[in-house]
Structure formats: C-alpha cells, structure tokens
C-alpha cells in the first residue's frame, strides 16, 4: 500500500519564516533529486505526523503530492524538537524507476522464542544490528527484512551473508566485502547444566 503525503511549495525561507510555519502548525520542507530543481515545500504537521510515527514510513516509496502532482520520494533527514517530539524539518529525495537506491530496511526478528539456544540452551539474544543498507531498485524495496532464528544455538551467530533476500536486493555492506553479524545468542555465564556436569569430576 501506497503512503501518500500531500504538500505545497513554500514561498517564504529563513529562521523567521519556518517558525511561524510551526506556530501556525505547519512543517517546512524540501524535495530534491532527479533532474529537476529542489523545491522548498510545507507540510501539514498533525497529517505528517500521523505517518512519520509508522515504521513503513520510513523504508517505503512515498507518494509526494506536490501541489496536486504525485512523485515518487524517498525520506531522507528530519529534525525533530528535542522536548516536544514534534517535526521541525524534513527533506524527501526524488526516486526514479530505472535507478538503484540505497536505503536502510529495518530487520524483523522471528521466532526468537523458540530459538535452540535460548529455548534450551539458557542463552540471550543480542541484536547488533536492526536495520540495514540495501541497494535496489525503487519497486523492489521492502519496508522490513525478516531473520529467522528458529534455528540459532547458543554461541552462534546470523550473518549478512546467512539472510535470505529477494531478487534485485542486496546488503551494501556484504558487497563491499563486510559480512557482519546481524544477531547472536551468547551462552548463560558459566556454560549450561549439561556442560556443568562434564566439568565437575567424580566425587
């Protein structure tokens, strides 16, 4: 499903006029890219926000309604107030369909519960990393990547690599030659009961 957003160009620039912007509850903004010129817009902020506050928002082609004309945009940067969580700015990037974009996709773990390692092995799940840079084209890019961990032990790890993606994506990392580890279970301190046993001599 398509997010829509909808915008008009804004006139009036400067520290001055973007306050009054948010005052009067409105967001200033840009939209750049392609090869058209960047174009200072506005956006209703309680509408925006409704959005912004989604995940899919921010991995997902947005359509940017301009004035009454629909592009396909990206969200690049926002500024948030540091107190009142509110958006103080936001810029979109134009995406074009015959051209690749780099994106970071948020990973969705599953079936953690049910882990070897964690089911029987006593161990804890460390996420080191939950999102992810990917390359692909504009139609192909999915709001979230899942790794299953319905097979992870204790002491292992899940790797770029190990991440099953579909056709036209791929991990910008692991093709720069970086295969890093996404999740892993460490073992409980002082290894399992099993191991425990081993260790303990005969009395």
């Not at 015959?98 to 882990?115: G, L, M, R, S, Y």
Request: net charge negative; proline share 3%.
């Amino acid at each position: 499903m398509s997010i829509e957003i909808k915008a008009v160009k804004r006139d009036v620039q400067g520290t001055g006029a973007s306050r009054r912007l948010r005052r009067a509850g409105s967001v200033p903004g840009v939209v750049y890219g392609g090869d058209q010129a960047a174009v200072s817009i506005e956006l209703n902020h309680k509408e925006l926000f409704m959005e912004f506050r989604h995940e899919a928002f921010h991995a997902s082609i947005l359509s940017l309604v301009l004035d009454g004309k629909a592009e396909s945009v990206l969200l690049r940067d926002y500024q948030l107030h540091p107190v009142r969580n509110t958006i103080q700015h936001i810029d979109f990037q134009r995406v074009s369909a015959t051209e690749k974009i780099h994106v970071k996709v948020p990973f969705h773990f599953i079936n953690e519960d049910v882990a070897p390692g964690v089911k029987t092995g006593g161990g804890n799940i460390s996420h080191i990393q939950t999102e992810a840079d990917v390359s692909c084209l504009a139609k192909d890019l999915p709001e979230f990547i899942e790794v299953d961990l319905a097979t992870l032990e204790a002491g292992h790890s899940i790797h770029l690599s190990e991440i099953k993606l579909k056709k036209g994506l791929e991990f910008v990392q692991l093709a720069h030659g970086d295969d890093a580890a996404v999740v892993s279970i460490a073992k409980p301190r002082g290894g399992s009961s099993d191991e425990a046993a081993e260790e303990t001599p005969a009395a």
